[in-house]
């Protein structure tokens, strides 16, 4: 067995190897490569594992993050809840991460992250403070609403009352979709990925990406980007105006992602990345979703705590509340420029 470099030419086998391995992601796939290299010009490594017979065992996909502000590292996968290393058995595994730690030595890498669904049990130190929220979706939209509370179904009922709308479409939603995203990552004080990010995954993904979009009126209020795989549906971006949340579209919005889901024969909407007794982690709860252990391990070159590069980390407390007061164009200027390197 051997560790190399994939290349465009492995596409269809390594398509083939994470379509039918159970414990892949859609975050798993090559597509991501080229969508990665194209909106933040990072250098992508993406390793697969493979007998004498050119069968592919496993893969590992890695993006190289170096910024002076935050530093020379990998992670599997950035920007995402999901990634790591995707092997059939425990040989191509650790083969996989050997050749891993050896690409981030040969970058002077200070660390490596893996985003595991499942704890890797090899001595890597973990993080487990997040959790994935997901819920398993009954076969029938009749089932489906009848498993909601009824203050909850009167809470989706409010919106629809106001005469609140829905599309659900891909690229023609963009630009709405991006509006509200960007407003409302500017007022949580965080810098906003760039439009073309989005269009690059709508373009590489043609049969797994979608765009929900609440509306009253000629006024979109709530969107959110949803990513579809095998049996599951995740919504790992959503956001609304603020000033119509008393209008309850993130309840429509929701409401019609998990709708969407059940028509297309999606078993599990996965509503995306929490931390426990947090407001966004008891709204998805609400719905029913059930919390399922995040494991993020690491590969560090010195003995000390876990990375911590997110707004969590008291340090930037600061930048984020001066982030929170800036204009909306100024922070679609610059926001792409900085996030590009906050995995």
């Known amino acids: 067995m051997q560790v190399r470099i994939a290349d465009p030419k492995d596409v269809p086998e390594v398509e ?9 992601s859609v975050y798993h796939h090559y597509r991501w490569i080229p969508v990665i290299e194209k ?3 990072h250098k992508c490594f993406y390793l697969v594992s493979e007998d004498s017979n050119g069968h592919i065992s496993g893969t590992l996909p890695l993006v190289h993050l170096k910024s002076l502000l935050f530093g020379n590292f990998l992670v599997s996968m950035p920007y995402f809840n999901y990634g790591g290393v995707c ?3 425990l040989p191509a595994r650790n083969l996989l991460i050997d050749e891993a730690i050896r690409t981030a030595k040969g970058l002077g890498a200070s660390h490596m992250e893996f985003r595991q669904e499942l704890p890797l049990g090899n001595g890597f130190p973990v993080k ?3 959790v994935s929220m997901r819920l398993e979706i009954p076969k029938s939209e009749k089932d489906l609403w009848a498993s909601f509370p009824s203050k909850l179904r009167s809470q989706i009922r409010k919106p629809q009352k106001e005469g609140m709308t829905v599309r659900i479409a891909r690229h023609e939603e963009l630009e709405n979709f991006y ?7 500017r007022d949580l004080g965080t810098p906003v990925y760039p439009k073309h990010f989005f269009r690059n995954i709508l373009d590489h993904f043609p049969d797994n990406s979608w765009i929900c979009t609440v509306s009253t ?6 969107s959110g980007f949803l990513v579809g795989f095998k049996g599951n549906l995740e919504i790992p971006w959503a956001s609304s105006i603020r000033g119509y949340n008393r209008l309850g ?4 919005l929701y409401w019609s992602c998990l709708e969407f889901a059940c028509n297309r024969g999606f ?9 426990v007794g947090e407001s966004t982690y008891r709204f998805k709860e609400q719905w029913g979703a059930v919390s399922h252990t995040m494991y993020w391990h690491y590969w560090m070159t010195n003995e000390g705590p876990i990375p911590e590069i997110n707004p969590q980390n008291r340090k930037y407390r600061f930048a984020i509340g001066m982030w929170k007061k800036l204009p909306v164009p100024v922070t679609r200027l610059f926001g792409p420029r900085i996030v590009r390197n906050i995995p």
């Open 217 to 222: 009126g000629t006024i979109p209020v709530a």
């Open 39 to 41: 909106t933040f010009g």
């Open 128 to 130: 487990t403070s997040k």
């Open 87 to 89: 092997a059939e058995n």
């Open 249 to 252: 579209p993130n309840m429509l």
């Open 267 to 275: 078993r599990i909407f996965d509503f995306g990345r929490s931390t």
């Open 16 to 24: 083939r190897f994470v379509n039918d391995t159970v414990i892949s």
């Open 179 to 185: 509006r509200i995203f960007s407003i409302n990552m």
